[in-house]
Each structure stands twice: as C-alpha cells, then as structure tokens.
C-alpha cells in the first residue's frame, strides 16, 4: 500500500470538476428567454449578473435546470480533471467526491443519479462519494473547493484548502490552482 493512501483528497463537483458556470448559463438564458450573449461569463456568487434577484429565484431556476435540463449530468468537464485525479488516484492518494447538491427540497434522487451518471461517464476515480453541506466533517487531508464560503469556512478550521479559480472568488488567497495542473503541483507539494 503506497504512504500516500493515507492521504485524502475531498473534491467538490460543482464549478471545480463540472463547468457549473458554463451549462448554468445555458440554462439560464433559456429560462429568462434572453440570447446566451446576454448574460455575461464573469460571474459573482448568486449570479445576480444574470438577473437573479434571491435565493428563491436561483431555486427556482436551480430545480428547472437539474429537473428539467439535467443539470448534473449535462455538465462539461473542467479540463484536466480526470486526467490529473486519475494520477493521483494511481499514485496512491484517495478521492472523496464531497458535493452539496441536496440542497433543494424532493428530487434527491435525481440530483444523486445525475451526480453518479455524471461521475462515472467522465471517468472520474473516487473512493467515496459525499453529498453534505459541511464539508469539513469528512476527514479529508486536503480540499480543492471553489465556493468562497467553503474555501473560508475549511480554512477557518485549520483544513489545507487549495482555492480552484474562477471569478467568484478572485478574492480569496493562496493557496490557489486555476487550473487542474497546478492542483495536482500542489497537492504533490503538501506531503513535502
């Protein structure tokens, strides 16, 4: 057994693995009935860019796209992701998916299927799968999250958290990866 299998990795889905922003915005221009050019691609969290007004409008728009658009399976891969777990996958170290797509009330189910279809069509490797809000309370050794929130809320308890880039977080500090590459530099960088 390789000394890195003590090693977990907890990876969020949405945004880091999944090009959440990209179908969410597919979805949205088809929901508000406005051209895709419309809606800008430099985003903040809670999409307001878009045109949503709170957190009862994105759940609304959020149940049409994973019920009506499959939101979770239809996503595009972020580039790099299968390639750079499966190596750390192969090189020992363990991948728990850890997503909090249960957020909204009687499709469970679905948001699960989806989420798993999703997984195993792009090849993904992972040892477990976690659907929970609090993230921390997994035992990961290291996370790779995109959500501000969770990035300072992991960070606030001592957690090593690698910050995946986008433009919702700009903010946020180092350490941080805009890319799958430089997760993997930094995750290879934490055992030294």
Same mark, same amino acid.
């Given at each position: 057994?390789?000394? +890195?299998?003590?090693?977990?990795?907890?990876?969020?889905?949405?945004?880091?693995?999944?090009?959440?922003?990209?179908?969410? @915005?597919?979805?949205?221009a $088809?929901?508000?009935?406005r051209?895709?050019? $419309?809606?800008?691609?430099?985003?903040?969290?809670?999409?307001s860019?878009?045109?949503?007004?709170?957190?009862?409008h %994105?759940?609304?728009?959020?149940?049409?796209?994973?019920?009506?658009?499959?939101?979770?399976?239809?996503? $595009?891969?972020?580039?790099? #992701? @299968? +390639?750079?777990?499966?190596l750390?996958?192969?090189e020992?170290?363990?991948?728990?998916?850890?997503?909090?797509?249960?957020?909204?009330?009687?499709?469970? #189910?679905? #948001?699960?299927?989806q989420?798993?279809?999703?997984?195993?069509?792009?090849?993904?490797?992972?040892?477990?799968?976690?659907?929970m809000k $609090?993230?921390?309370?997994?035992?990961?050794s290291?996370?790779?999250?995109?959500?501000?929130?969770?990035?300072?809320?992991? @960070?606030?308890?001592?957690? %090593?958290?690698?910050?995946?880039?986008?433009?919702?977080? @700009?903010?946020?500090?180092?350490?941080?990866?805009?890319?799958?590459?430089?997760?993997?530099?930094?995750?290879?960088?934490f055992?030294?």
């Open positions: 057994m390789s000394e +890195k299998s003590d090693i977990v990795i907890g990876v969020d889905l949405d945004g880091v693995c999944a090009d959440f922003y990209g179908r969410m @915005r597919q979805i949205a $088809e929901w508000f009935e051209s895709i050019d $419309e809606l800008p691609v430099e985003v903040s969290y809670g999409l860019e878009w045109g949503i007004t709170d957190r009862n %994105y759940d609304s728009l959020h149940r049409f796209a994973v019920t009506q658009r499959e939101l979770f399976s239809s996503m $595009e891969m972020v580039p790099g #992701a @299968r +390639k750079y777990l499966r750390l996958s192969d020992g170290y363990r991948i728990r998916i850890i997503t909090h797509r249960l957020f909204i009330h009687y499709f469970h #189910a679905t #948001a699960v299927q989420t798993v279809d999703w997984l195993d069509s792009h090849g993904i490797p992972y040892w477990d799968l976690c659907f $609090e993230k921390s309370q997994v035992g990961a290291i996370y790779v999250e995109d959500t501000p929130v969770n990035v300072d809320q992991l @960070r606030s308890k001592g957690l %090593y958290t690698i910050c995946f880039g986008n433009t919702t977080n @700009r903010h946020i500090e180092a350490p941080r990866a805009e890319s799958w590459k430089e997760v993997y530099d930094l995750v290879r960088a055992r030294a």
